[in-house]
């Protein structure tokens, strides 16, 4: 079948289930594995998904949330930690002698790898095996939480800064994918649990903030950072979260690249033709799904579907949906993929 994920904002998890994130749900390895089971948990009963019983297993990432921020961490950027957010790290606006200054991190010694990776050790010997992963960000994102806005300046003003800090958050990156993947066989599966209908040890960049610069920008300065990572990080795949995917997709297609977050308001047949050898998942807006009738986000998964015009490669998501998504509009998504399958078998 036509695969469809869907991922709750932690705001959903506090307001229904009590889940708290604040700094234990991330870095406490006992309150973690306890998070985990609640969630699939709630997620079984709630909308059939997973299994009924789920027992505790020895996590080391979240699949059940969006958002990262141990890129940014390892690199001397400050975390916040609240009830119901996502972490979030802190933009630190750094000066040019402090961005040169910046040489890639040794995971054992820094924070919150050395945490985690001795979490791993201690959960290897208890279990005999780690599983889950950490989202590791994306080369533009990461480079704002360092710079700040500077950085768009920066691109275009000074290349030997530019430069040297993509150059040190794409080998920061590298370093702790795949040290997960090592331990774990996956990568990606906390930045969207959806790579897990293409190929679980899949590693997706995070794009988010793409669609800040143009296409020429992106081409010209941060798609040479990008296609090393792919070229280090294979199987390797691009979340795009923006609505415009179709207007970058000319650049994208000179990664090698198997699977693509095609963001709301993306024109999805132009993104079906020019990417088609990659997996297209279709992301549908978590305000839509907030505000809209059942009726209305099943017309919206049904349609993108249609534009796509494949049924193979392609499947559908949402992810951070509002504590007040009504349970409805989640059926719809479900409902939806099952009959467009039905129409064009």
């Not at 990568?187 to 899949?202: E, Y």
């Not at 000319?250 to 977050?261: G, K, P």
């Amino acid at each position: 079948m036509i695969p469809v994920n869907v991922v709750f904002g932690p705001n959903w998890w506090f307001h229904h289930f009590g889940v708290s994130f604040q700094r234990p749900f991330y870095l406490d390895r006992d309150e973690r594995i306890r998070s985990d089971v609640v969630m699939r948990k709630a997620l079984h009963e709630r909308f059939g998904l997973g299994g009924p019983d789920p027992r505790p297993r020895p996590i080391i990432g979240s699949r059940h949330i969006a958002g990262g921020f141990v890129a940014p961490a390892l690199l001397g950027v400050p975390v916040r930690f609240s009830d119901d957010q996502a972490a979030w790290p802190v933009p630190q606006n750094l000066d040019r002698k402090d961005i040169l200054c910046l040489r890639v991190p040794e995971l054992r010694s820094t924070w919150p790898m050395d945490e985690l990776l001795r979490q791993m050790d201690e959960l290897e010997r208890e279990f005999g095996y780690v599983t889950g992963d950490l989202n590791t960000g994306g080369l533009l994102n990461t480079a704002l939480e360092l710079r700040g806005q500077q950085f768009f300046l920066d691109l275009v003003e000074d290349a030997e800064l530019a430069d040297h800090l993509l150059g040190v958050v794409a080998a920061t990156q590298r370093l702790v994918a795949e040290c997960l993947k090592a331990r774990t066989g996956t990568c990606a599966v906390a930045t969207n649990r959806s790579i897990l209908d293409v190929d679980p040890a899949l590693y997706l960049g995070s794009n988010c903030a793409v669609p800040m610069i143009s296409p020429a920008l992106y081409e010209r300065r941060v798609l040479p950072f990008e296609q090393r990572l792919a070229g280090w990080l294979q199987p390797y795949g691009i979340h795009h979260c923006g609505g415009n995917l179709h207007r970058y997709a000319a650049a994208y297609s000179r990664v090698e690249a198997r699977f693509f977050d095609v963001g709301w308001g993306s024109d999805v047949a132009r993104c079906s033709r020019d990417l088609a050898g990659a997996f297209l998942n279709l992301r549908l807006s978590p305000v839509r799904m907030l505000q809209c009738s059942a009726d209305e986000v099943y017309a919206d998964t049904h349609g993108l579907l249609r534009a796509a015009g494949r049924r193979e490669k392609v499947g559908v998501c949402c992810i951070n949906m509002d504590c007040d998504t009504p349970d409805e509009n989640v059926r719809a998504m479900f409902r939806a993929a099952r009959d467009f399958e039905a129409e064009t078998s």
